[in-house]
């Protein structure tokens, strides 16, 4: 499937973004993010007719919004991550698309303001401390997807030239093939990667790795991917166009592609779409 992402509506529920994408010609949809509504589930199941989700990360909203960080050593903010995850793993199951995907965590807990800005300069966690707690939490999690007969699927994050000055180190998990590596070797089978190529050009350029060592590294794990462009410095959701770094590295016969393109009319996503569409297909 190659999904287009709701993350870029942020004013709106998901379900009014999807229905928009769906009258547009777009069927296959990315449910991340958006505002909190309290019919969504029953607006979603709804549309299950006429296209096929996939949920990702900060999805289903809550009420009260916090930036989710499985990885938190605060009792709360994990406390509330992990609450939200096994929500979505449920909904999963309820919009029959039984994989979740998810971003790693942080060394510090960013508040929603933060969010797409520099952090705020603070004491972050001890990395040894918090990837242990992170796949502790991943673990568990497992089980719980597992019962309900779910994969999740761990996206890789994005540490921009910012946040790097700002903190002096490395402040998230899984930018590197390192932690990816530690990540997916101490959990079980139902756990994989989701590899964001637009996070992979940023980290790679800021921490100086190569980033088709990354992808060799990892290849065992990979299940999916999200796709966009930057000019390194910043995720800043643009196009993809020929000649993207990633189209010759990327696994062929995946059911999960997914757009995070921004900012761009419906007809561009359309030709998006179809880009990829040819681009996973060619011989």
């Not at 199951?93 to 942080?106: A, Q």
């Not at 401390?129 to 939490?137: Q, V």
């Not at 462009?229 to 990633?246: K, L, Y």
């Amino acid at each position: 499937m190659i999904y287009v992402s709701t993350g870029g509506e942020k004013k709106q529920p998901a379900w009014k973004t999807s229905s928009n994408l769906i009258n547009h010609g777009i069927s296959c949809i990315e449910l991340s993010g958006g505002l909190y509504d309290e019919d969504m589930l029953a607006k979603l199941k709804g549309l299950r007719s006429i296209a096929k989700f996939q949920v990702h990360n900060y999805f289903p909203p809550p009420k009260k919004p916090f930036v989710i960080n499985l990885a938190s050593l605060d009792k709360e903010i994990l406390a509330l991550s992990m609450e939200l995850v096994r929500k979505a793993i449920r909904w999963s199951v309820e919009l029959d698309r039984p994989i979740y995907s998810f971003h790693s965590g942080f060394l510090v807990d960013l508040k929603v303001k933060e969010l797409g800005t520099t952090p705020k300069k603070r004491k972050i966690n001890n990395q040894r401390n918090t990837i242990s707690s992170f796949i502790e939490n991943i673990n568990q999690l497992a089980k719980y997807a597992e019962k309900h007969g779910v994969s999740l699927l761990i996206e890789n994050n994005v540490l921009t030239p910012n946040a790097f000055k700002k903190f002096n180190c490395n402040s998230v998990l899984m930018a590197d093939a390192d932690d990816c590596l530690e990540v997916m070797k101490n959990t079980p089978d139902n756990v994989g990667l989701l590899i964001d190529v637009a996070h992979l050009k940023v980290s790679s350029n800021v921490l100086k790795f190569d980033k088709i060592n990354f992808l060799n590294k990892c290849d065992s794990w990979i299940k999916g991917y999200h796709l966009s462009d930057n000019d390194g410095t910043r995720d800043s959701n643009e196009v993809i166009n020929d000649s993207a770094w990633f189209w010759p590295f990327l696994k062929k016969k995946l059911g999960y592609y997914s757009l995070e393109v921004y900012n761009v009319d419906y007809k561009i996503l359309n030709q998006q779409q179809i880009k990829v569409y040819k681009k996973i297909n060619e011989q």
